[in-house]
């Protein structure tokens, strides 16, 4: 199957659903939006055709200069029957960063879900434990969202000649 046969039978199953579709480093890459991600993901794996049964990964990417969709959600499949993969974006919001949990679908979607939580801070609705796996529980900050400053603005002893800046 190639990426062009993929995204030919995605249109017909998916039709609007797909809001946006590009080929990244020989991977087709689709947009879908926080509400139907669920139900797409299941369909891509029981569909006979199809068979997207491997969940590869589940992370996660913060854009603080996107209003409104601040964290993408990146699911990346792969049909070992076709023996191609996929890569599926949810764009959330910052203020609501909430998805629902592939757990029922995929086991190992449990740590992957957990990381991606304890280090961006979205809330995978259904899991059955939303807690932090890697970080300590008492950080109140989720390390890899682009909140802080990585130095201190206020030192005198740097040269910025000798940063590059």
């Known amino acids: 199957m190639t990426n062009n046969t993929l995204l030919d039978a995605l249109q017909v199953q998916l039709g609007s659903k797909i809001i946006t579709s590009e ?3 020989d991977t087709l890459v689709i947009e879908i939006s926080p509400a139907e991600a669920f ?4 369909l891509l794996k ?3 055709d199809l068979s997207f049964n491997f969940l590869t990964l589940i992370g996660a990417v913060h854009y603080p200069e ?3 969709r601040e964290l993408c959600v990146v699911y990346h499949m792969h049909s070992w029957k076709n023996a191609i993969r996929l890569r ?3 764009y959330l919001s910052q203020e609501n960063p909430s ?3 592939l ?4 086991d190992g979607a449990n740590w992957q879900e957990r990381e991606t939580f304890d280090f961006f801070g979205v809330n995978f609705e ?4 939303m807690t932090r796996i890697l970080n300590m529980d008492e950080m109140d900050y989720h390390p890899m969202l682009k909140q802080y400053h990585l130095e201190d603005g206020t030192r005198e002893d740097k040269d910025d000649r000798f940063f590059g800046r």
């Open 23 to 25: 080929v990244l480093y």
């Open 39 to 42: 139900g797409v993901i299941e």
């Open 46 to 48: 029981n569909d006979a």
């Open 66 to 68: 996107e209003k409104g």
């Open 88 to 90: 599926i974006k949810c």
């Open 99 to 101: 998805i629902k949990s």
């Open 103 to 106: 757990t029922p679908l995929f």
């Open 126 to 129: 259904g899991h059955p434990n």
